[in-house]
């Protein structure tokens, strides 16, 4: 670490681990759910249960790309943050919140949007603390160094936090209410998000490898220019059959088939940068996370994303456990694994410790990879059966439902195995055993 105030990531780091923790084991009870039906069903209903689940996930990795934001910022403009307390603020109204939110749920109160369920006034709370990150960021990279990592991750950002305004906006026609509503979910994960994760595993590699930041910097532009390039117009592989023009169909098609260039690229990118590095860096368990995310990234957002996104076949899978597979493995790879990448990076210089508790982490990669590449391949299965039995055969979605009790058992026991990770990971990162690190600075040669 080489800025003091950098240390306001260590408390963002540590609020998005709880949450995460709380994420993974929200998507076990409703996993169980699909096993035993009735589960809590009058006390906790699992409408409740997935909301909890989907938003925890959200925020957790917001609060990642905002403590990474806050560690990796200072580094790249050479200067401190323009104001600490500012960024402990919006932490406090992040956190209040995701509590009012939740608390809402419990008794009943919600939007009803999937993903944007929070109260108005949650909100109003997050635009508020959206609004402090961009001042905070901006007036930081404005005052020093710019470079392509900071160009790159305040563009996505910028974009992110903008494009929440489209949440307030819930027009009684259903058509339009599902437009407004993909201008934020699709150009989140499919556009903006994508840049910050671009910016962050540029930053990481800039790290591990040591591979100059001109050859760096290069990558980073080409998969920007792809990312928005097929993301934006991407949008419409979701206005397929929400009642817009048969157009969508076809723009949705075409531009959606690019979208897996961005991600193929980041993963050549991290490979490449890797083979070429000449630091030995120590922190082998960031490196593994690094390149994990940008290959399982490619395999769920790209590959798994293609599979149904044709709107030929999508007439077919819309909204069947394949779905639900792609969107597993795409959130896992792409921002997941990239937060956890970044935390395992990150935290060792925080705490001013040499990387520790590496063979913990790394069992806690292949444990949560393993447990979400078996839940994919469950669900791709389960939802081929869906898919021909529901929208082929014409039987009933009771009926099927009752036909994919294996696949759901199975795909149970995969989110076991992802929850067994996530609690070992976060073991790996807070509890240090003192026989093994001494304190003191970290020093990497080149660093």
Same mark, same amino acid.
């Given at each position: 670490?080489?800025?003091?105030?950098?240390?306001?990531?260590?408390?963002?780091?540590?609020?998005?681990?709880?949450?995460?923790?709380?994420?993974?084991?929200?998507?076990?009870?409703?996993?169980?759910?699909?096993?035993?039906?009735?589960?809590?069903?009058?006390?906790?209903?699992?409408?409740?249960?997935?909301?909890?689940?989907?938003?925890?996930?959200?925020?957790?990795?917001?609060?990642?790309?905002?403590?990474?934001?806050?560690?990796?910022?200072?580094?790249?403009?050479?200067?401190?943050?323009?104001?600490?307390?500012?960024?402990?603020?919006?932490?406090?109204?992040?956190?209040?919140?995701?509590?009012?939110?939740?608390?809402?749920?419990?008794?009943?109160?919600?939007?009803?949007?999937?993903? @944007?369920?929070?109260? *108005? !006034?949650?909100?109003?709370?997050?635009? =508020?603390? %959206?609004? /402090?990150?961009?001042? #905070?960021? +901006? $007036?930081?990279?404005?005052?020093?160094?710019?470079?392509?990592?900071?160009?790159? @991750?305040?563009?996505? *950002? !910028?974009?992110?936090?903008?494009?929440? =305004?489209? %949440?307030? /906006?819930?027009?009684? #026609?259903? +058509? $339009?209410?599902?437009?407004?509503?993909?201008?934020?979910?699709?150009?989140?994960?499919?556009?903006?998000?994508?840049?910050?994760?671009?910016?962050?595993?540029?930053?990481?590699?800039?790290?591990?490898?040591?591979?100059?930041?001109?050859?760096?910097?290069?990558?980073?532009?080409?998969?920007?220019?792809?990312?928005?390039?097929?993301?934006?117009?991407?949008?419409?592989?979701?206005?397929?059959?929400?009642?817009?023009?048969?157009?969508?169909?076809?723009?949705?098609?075409?531009?959606?088939?690019?979208?897996?260039?961005?991600?193929?690229?980041?993963?050549?990118?991290?490979?490449?940068?890797?083979?070429?590095?000449?630091?030995?860096?120590?922190?082998?368990?960031?490196?593994?996370?690094?390149?994990?995310?940008?290959?399982?990234?490619?395999?769920?957002?790209?590959?798994?994303?293609?599979?149904?996104?044709?709107?030929?076949?999508?007439?077919?899978?819309?909204?069947?456990?394949?779905?639900?597979?792609?969107?597993?493995?795409?959130?896992?790879?792409?921002?997941?694994?990239?937060?956890?990448?970044?935390?395992?990076?990150?935290?060792?210089?925080?705490?001013?410790?040499?990387?520790?508790?590496?063979?913990?982490?790394m069992a806690s990669f292949w444990l949560m990879t393993g447990g979400m590449a078996f839940m994919t391949f469950t669900l791709t299965f389960a939802g081929t059966i869906q898919t021909h039995m529901q929208r082929i055969v014409g039987d009933y979605f009771m009926d099927v439902q009752d036909q994919l009790d294996l696949f759901y058992l199975m795909r149970f026991g995969s989110g076991v195995a992802v929850v067994l990770g996530a609690l070992l990971?976060?073991?790996?990162?807070?509890?240090?055993?003192?026989?093994?690190?001494?304190?003191?600075?970290?020093?990497?040669?080149?660093?």
């Open positions: 670490m080489k800025y003091q105030s950098q240390k306001v990531a260590y408390a963002y780091f540590l609020v998005a681990m709880g949450l995460f923790a709380i994420q993974v084991m929200g998507g076990l009870l409703a996993g169980w759910i699909y096993v035993a039906p009735n589960t809590l069903a009058e006390l906790v209903p699992f409408n409740i249960i997935r909301m909890i689940h989907t938003n925890a996930l959200i925020v957790w990795l917001l609060l990642g790309f905002f403590g990474a934001a806050y560690y990796l910022v200072p580094e790249e403009s050479e200067r401190e943050l323009f104001s600490v307390k500012l960024a402990y603020i919006q932490l406090a109204i992040l956190v209040v919140g995701t509590l009012g939110a939740v608390g809402s749920y419990l008794v009943g109160i919600h939007g009803g949007r999937e993903f @944007l369920e929070q109260p *108005l !006034w949650v909100k109003f709370g997050i635009l =508020v603390a %959206a609004v /402090i990150f961009l001042v #905070n960021i +901006s $007036l930081t990279v404005l005052a020093g160094r710019k470079t392509a990592i900071t160009n790159i @991750l305040l563009m996505g *950002l !910028w974009l992110l936090c903008l494009l929440w =305004v489209f %949440a307030f /906006i819930n027009p009684d #026609n259903l +058509s $339009l209410d599902k437009m407004y509503w993909w201008m934020v979910v699709h150009l989140w994960v499919e556009a903006t998000w994508e840049l910050v994760m671009a910016a962050i595993l540029g930053f990481l590699m800039l790290k591990l490898t040591g591979v100059d930041r001109e050859v760096i910097e290069k990558w980073l532009y080409v998969i920007v220019a792809t990312a928005l390039f097929s993301g934006i117009l991407g949008t419409g592989h979701h206005f397929y059959w929400i009642g817009t023009p048969g157009y969508w169909q076809w723009i949705g098609s075409i531009f959606s088939t690019f979208e897996v260039i961005p991600f193929f690229a980041m993963m050549s990118f991290a490979f490449l940068m890797v083979w070429k590095g000449r630091k030995n860096h120590p922190n082998k368990a960031a490196l593994l996370w690094s390149l994990g995310a940008s290959t399982v990234a490619f395999f769920g957002a790209g590959v798994w994303g293609f599979l149904h996104t044709l709107h030929g076949v999508n007439f077919y899978t819309h909204g069947t456990q394949i779905t639900a597979a792609h969107g597993h493995l795409a959130f896992y790879g792409a921002y997941v694994a990239l937060n956890l990448a970044m935390f395992t990076y990150a935290m060792p210089q925080l705490k001013g410790r040499a990387p520790y508790n590496q063979v913990l982490n990971f976060i073991y790996a990162m807070l509890v240090v055993r003192r026989e093994v690190v001494e304190p003191g600075p970290l020093t990497v040669p080149g660093e």
